[in-house]
């Protein structure tokens, strides 16, 4: 394979995958909110272990159970590796999985096969994934369609990120006008469109423009897992940039609550829940407060850098735990999950 010679994107990428790997990235003090929530045992529940039913069907494909394989990385020849051993897990687990932001491969689209996973996965659930703000930098629903088709995606994320661009030096700050264009390429893809926030939640009345707007799901991806704000502040090339980025290490809305307030905002859009989701038992209580699919990021990076068997572990880990869950609430399936009340832990 030729070398190239690697991009100031491809170069943060490689940046991006190494901060999370090495330094403390998680939100100081600022928590998800689940913690909050707990469901009430049922010691008597009318099921067995065999027939709880945790597959659902999204876009035309069936998953195994409600978990995304969060987008990450791409770009660069350790993303690469990662996103094969990612879609190989993703493959065997009948998973969904996101790619990271295919903003490089526009760029260089030399570092297109470090997206491409359709080889090692050819029946999974995969989301395309660019940044919505290139849409005010020169992208348009041809750049959209050429992430989908180059790694033969069924949906496309457009990410929101916000504070993460606000506070590097060379992100990208023209916000203005960006629902409009959001609306434009939901009319113009012929695959859905998924509106994700990275990191810092999604509010009631940004999920009801967007669903206005005519996309397909919304992944709140809230607080209380990686802050991308922290991931900038160790990436900072002066005191300056640095004092900035920390300064933000606890903004966002919580997890749940971003959940929550989406599902108010867009009752009828499909909705995923994302941002520090730990285990069974949190994709269990995303699953009860509205989301139809669950993100985790973090843990699968490190689990995935490991090696193979140790991704393997942690699927069937969070597998049985959801189902686990499931069978102590007396819910057999995840419509029957989704209709499960949760209580403030506090008021039992």
Request: glycine content about 8%; hydrophobic content about 45%; overall charge negative.
């Amino acid at each position: 394979m030729t070398k190239v010679t690697p991009s100031a994107t491809e170069r943060r990428k490689d940046d991006h995958i190494c901060i999370n790997l090495e330094e403390d990235v998680q939100f100081p003090r600022l928590t998800t909110g689940l913690g909050r929530y707990i469901f009430r045992h049922q010691a008597l529940p009318d099921l067995d272990l065999q027939a709880i039913d945790t597959t659902l069907s999204l876009f035309g494909r069936q998953l195994g159970y409600p978990l995304l394989i969060s987008s990450m990385t791409g770009g660069t020849e350790r993303a690469s590796e990662i996103n094969l051993i990612l879609a190989t897990a993703a493959q065997e687990h009948r998973l969904a999985m996101g790619l990271g932001s295919q903003r490089a491969a526009i760029e260089n689209p030399k570092v297109a096969y470090t997206f491409q996973v359709r080889r090692v996965a050819p029946d999974i659930l995969l989301f395309a994934n660019l940044g919505a703000v290139q849409l005010n930098y020169g992208y348009s629903a041809e750049e959209c369609l050429t992430a989908v088709e180059m790694v033969e995606a069924n949906a496309l994320i457009l990410h929101l990120n916000v504070l993460q661009e606000l506070v590097q030096p060379e992100g990208d700050t023209r916000w203005s006008g960006l629902l409009g264009k959001i609306e434009t390429i939901c009319r113009r893809l012929d695959v859905p469109v998924i509106v994700k926030e990275v990191g810092w939640g999604l509010s009631e009345e940004v999920a009801r423009q967007l669903g206005n707007a005519g996309v397909a799901a919304l992944d709140t991806a809230g607080a209380g897992g990686t802050s991308w704000s922290e991931v900038e502040y160790h990436r900072a090339p002066t005191s300056f940039h640095a004092q900035v980025a920390r300064s933000f290490a606890d903004w966002g809305i919580p997890t749940a609550e971003s959940l929550q307030q989406a599902r108010r905002g867009a009752p009828d859009l499909l909705t995923f829940a994302s941002g520090g989701l730990r285990d069974g038992i949190d994709v269990a209580k995303c699953i009860a407060l509205g989301a139809s699919l669950c993100g985790i990021a973090g843990p699968m990076l490190r689990a995935a850098i490991q090696s193979a068997e140790t991704l393997d572990e942690v699927l069937r880990t969070i597998e049985t735990q959801l189902r686990i869950a499931m069978m102590c609430v007396g819910a057999g399936t995840l419509e029957a999950l989704s209709h499960t009340k949760l209580h403030l832990a506090e008021s039992l």
